[in-house]
């Protein structure tokens, strides 16, 4: 019977959903493991009704004195981490986490900018290495001025470029004007992704005429399939 009074109780006192990447990310924004558990306590006492827990009752639930509790306090306050608002009933204050969510929301999107950056660094990288291992030399300045222009005005994806250069190895016509041809034919066509590219020269080589397919053949072009990689 006490063992079954003591799981009602426990089930009594409820559960909290602590955010993962707060517990994966406090110590990147700066937080001691003290501030973090006071923060969590502070979230648990919302959770119960309790908007605005006193120093003791806080302190009562770590390892540390209520007067360092209100260090602690005062100092997530001042860092823009808690912020304590005042209700509409006189004298009713609560602890809002708002400023904790809204730091570890701009934490989540610049680490993913510095994601999104990183990867287009070595996709561009990538892109020009395809290039002079295809055309068997380094870039001009004009070459890469047009890869730069393909990437950064007319926002064609790294991929979307190899395939273009894929059609035009496949063509024997290796050269900047011919890919930047196909890629305006693609982006006229909406074609934006790799299968939708692969299909289209699919069907724009069966459409050229025997002559043509056994002109290209002769030219013994070099297959690299961009495409499947």
């Not at 730091?103 to 290039?131: G, P």
Request: proline content about 3%; glycine content about 4%.
């Amino acid at each position: 019977m006490e063992q079954k009074e003591l799981l009602i109780n426990w089930m009594d006192e409820g559960m909290i959903s602590v955010p993962q990447v707060l517990l994966t990310y406090y110590q990147k924004l700066d937080f001691t493991e003290i501030e973090l558990v006071l923060l969590l306590q502070i979230f648990a006492c919302k959770q119960k009704g309790r908007h605005f827990p006193t120093f003791e009752e806080l302190a009562a639930r770590m390892t540390i004195s209520a007067s360092e509790c209100s260090l602690v306090v005062k100092k997530l306050i001042q860092q823009q981490v808690l912020e304590i608002e005042q209700g509409d009933t006189l004298g009713f204050e609560s602890y809002s986490l708002r400023p904790l969510w809204k730091k570890l929301a701009d934490f989540m999107m610049q680490q993913s900018r510095q994601s999104a950056l990183h990867q287009a660094m070595n996709e561009e990288q990538d892109l020009y290495t395809c290039f002079e291992r295809e055309f068997g030399r380094p870039l001009s300045p004009l070459e890469c001025e047009t890869l730069a222009i393909w990437i950064d005005q007319d926002h064609h994806d790294a991929v979307i470029i190899k395939a273009a250069l894929r059609e035009a190895v496949i063509s024997g016509k290796l050269n900047f004007r011919y890919i930047d041809r196909i890629l305006f034919e693609w982006k006229k066509q909406g074609i934006e992704t790799l299968e939708q590219a692969r299909a289209y020269g699919q069907r724009f080589r069966k459409s050229q005429s025997p002559s043509d397919q056994v002109q290209r053949s002769k030219k013994a072009v070099p297959f690299y399939n961009w495409l499947e990689q």
